[in-house]
């Protein structure tokens, strides 16, 4: 009875720890509006970035946001410093000035520059035609994530649009994502 009660155990923890965000590439995201239309949300990182790599851990490791993540959006991971075709609004993406075999910081994506990012971890969200919503630098914990996550979810951002609206909607804001 004991070796059972152990064994699912190890069962239940593995399926829970096993849980994580279903990325894929933009290429895979827009093809996916296609058939089933839904927003797009996209963690744009470098390998060099130690936020990124934060951000992997604390933050896309949780319950919550793996949950909400895969049941309201195509989830997108895309090097920013990569070579990924990206195929986005008639137009191929590509990174020609890549060094393979460099080390630290290589050439920026050109689909990470029609973002306008201006830094790593970037969040870009994207409706669910494909077409850009926002762009959201840096690092967000749990909590920080939630509130952007559940706006754009929510279509909550159209009625967001001055600071005073930003700060209403934060303060009135209830999160239910523990951790």
């Known amino acids: 009875m004991r070796k059972i009660i152990l ?25 996916a509006q296609k058939q089933t239309p839904k927003k797009i949300f996209m963690d744009v990182y470098t390998v060099w970035c130690g936020p990124c790599k934060l951000l992997d851990k604390n933050t896309f490791s949780n319950k919550d946001v793996i949950n909400y993540v895969n049941e309201n959006f195509y989830a ?14 008639d137009f191929t993406y590509t990174n020609p000035n890549y060094q393979d075999g ?11 520059d029609a973002l306008k990012l201006r830094g790593y971890p970037s969040l870009v969200f994207f409706e669910e035609d494909g077409t850009l919503i926002q762009a959201i630098p840096g690092y967000k914990s749990v909590a920080q994530l939630e509130i952007y996550l559940k706006m754009i979810g929510n279509d909550d951002y159209k009625e967001v649009n001055t600071p005073e609206s930003w700060q209403a909607y934060q303060e009135n804001f209830k999160s239910t994502f523990k951790g």
């Not at 460099?102 to 990470?112: D, V």
């Open 76 to 89: 997108v991971k895309f090097n920013a410093e990569g070579t990924e075709e990206v195929s986005f609004e």
């Open 102 to 112: 460099r080390k630290g910081r290589n050439a920026t994506h050109f689909f990470a």
């Open 7 to 31: 064994l699912l155990f190890v069962f239940a923890s593995t399926v829970v720890f096993a849980q994580k965000v279903n990325w894929m590439t933009m290429n895979e995201a827009l093809e």
